[in-house]
């Protein structure tokens, strides 16, 4: 078996089962999580680490949502993958402001992380 899911990890997962997670909302779960508010900074680093190691442990794919119904998943893995998620953190798209930017930034849940999920919790 893999390595177990945290839960934060699982609260994630759960919130992906019918549709994209948005970054903001991964900041709130851990804000939850903590049980106190962390300052921005603070909660996008462990939304950063828990999105990344979700992806790292092939159960999410991050990306952009783009349009009406469009999310475009990045292509990078690992530390590329980590490199251009900060970039697209500190550089929103013209015209888009900084709140948006982490509510575009999304991470959708692929059906191994249902799986893992479902494991663990038998």
């Known amino acids: 078996m893999a390595d177990?899911?945290?839960?934060?990890e699982?609260?994630?997962i759960e919130n992906g089962e019918d549709d994209w997670v948005l970054f903001l909302?991964?900041?709130g779960?851990?804000?939850e999580a903590k049980g106190s508010v962390l300052t921005e900074d603070e909660a996008?680093?462990?939304a950063?680490?828990?999105a990344l190691a979700l992806c790292a442990k092939g159960y999410a794919q991050l990306g952009r949502y783009t349009g009406p119904t469009s999310f475009v998943p990045w292509p990078e893995?690992?530390?590329?993958?980590r490199t251009r998620l900060e970039h697209e953190l500190k550089n929103p798209p013209p015209g888009e402001g900084h709140e948006?930017?982490?509510m575009y930034i999304m991470l959708d849940i692929l059906p191994e992380g249902q799986k893992a999920r479902d494991e663990q919790s038998r």
């Open 77 to 81: 893995t690992g530390d590329a993958l």
């Open 10 to 12: 699982l609260e994630i």
């Open 44 to 46: 996008i680093a462990e």
């Open 29 to 31: 779960i851990i804000n």
């Open 100 to 102: 948006c930017n982490l």
């Open 48 to 50: 950063t680490g828990s």
């Open 25 to 27: 909302h991964i900041m």
């Open 4 to 8: 177990p899911l945290n839960d934060i």
